[in-house]
């Protein structure tokens, strides 16, 4: 090897063993970068205003993928994103067409699933419970039937059925047992969760040790920040000064990314529940998801 080889390649080495380990998670072959997503409800007062001016800012800041909300009532959403070549994996639905089949007016999750086909939907999430299902372990444990049930409907369709965790699943209930530890043992094989960062560090959990325990019942992961003033657990209440980009809050995201690559997580979406600007918020959580 010539001398200039040798000192290049000497830099390089002691560039990268001075940088953090966890720094290989994003390296720009990694999979969630590559394929990183967004849960449009982040912009969903710029949607109702502009749809598609809207959408084409997502693409331009470097999203490959969105999770509509709404669903299935999203057309315009999943219309403008393929105008602008930006793949919809996701959505999540209204949710009383699994979790309260029989409530008077609820569509049937078999047109739900209908509808998710023919717009080449695989993953349908159950966004929110309302407070009447989730008073008590016994509204869990129906909960984690009607799941049950909707996820073997869906996997005859080709499609993977989620819950979308918040802080209020791990609210202690009868015995200190929480809704969350109700959900890990009741849902079945079939039914998957979307793990939401956020919401688990604000429940007073880990997320890395969360992912970490749910190997291979994670489908996708929900990328957002706490703000450092924030003090956990915190069931309800939350103030929208809570949710920060990437970056500028409490929770490592490389750690998180490393652990949702070893349990097998596909999809990671950048989500932020409330800002003041959205559209500056998710052109900022992407640049700190690229300078890792």
């Not at 799941?147 to 073997?152: H, L, Q, R, S």
Request: some cysteine; aromatic content about 8%; charged content about 25%.
């Amino acid at each position: 090897m010539k001398r200039r080889e040798f000192l290049a390649t000497t830099a390089a080495t002691a560039a990268m063993i001075s940088r953090p380990q966890s720094i290989f998670a994003l390296e720009s072959d990694n999979m969630y970068r590559k394929e990183i997503g967004i849960q449009l409800y982040t912009l969903r007062n710029e949607i109702n205003k502009d749809v598609k001016a809207t959408i084409k800012a997502v693409a331009d800041a470097g999203y490959k993928q969105v999770e509509c909300y709404g669903f299935p009532n999203a057309d315009k959403m999943i219309a403008a994103a393929r105008e602008n070549g930006l793949a919809i994996n996701s959505t999540h639905f209204d949710w009383d067409s699994v979790v309260n089949p029989d409530q008077k007016g609820v569509r049937p999750f078999s047109e739900v699933l209908d509808k998710a086909n023919d717009a080449g939907i695989k993953h349908l999430v159950v966004p929110y419970l309302a407070d009447k299902n989730r008073k008590t372990l016994d509204d869990y444990k129906l909960v984690c039937e009607r799941c049950n049930k909707g996820a073997e409907q869906a996997k005859k369709a080709g499609i993977q059925l989620s819950y979308h965790n918040h802080s209020f699943e791990f609210q202690p209930l009868e015995g200190g047992v929480t809704g969350y530890e109700t959900m890990i043992k009741e849902f079945s094989p079939d039914m998957h969760f979307e793990v939401d960062v956020f919401w688990i560090q604000l429940g007073g959990k880990d997320p890395v040790d969360m992912i970490r325990q749910l190997k291979g019942r994670v489908s996708q992961l929900h990328l957002k920040d706490l703000n450092k003033s924030i003090k956990a657990p915190m069931f309800s209440g939350v103030p929208k000064e809570a949710f920060e980009e990437l970056g500028d809050g409490v929770i490592g995201m490389e750690p998180i990314i490393k652990a949702a690559e070893e349990a097998g997580v596909k999809i990671c979406h950048v989500e932020q529940d409330h800002s003041p600007h959205p559209i500056k918020s998710i052109q900022q959580s992407i640049s700190h998801l690229k300078t890792l």
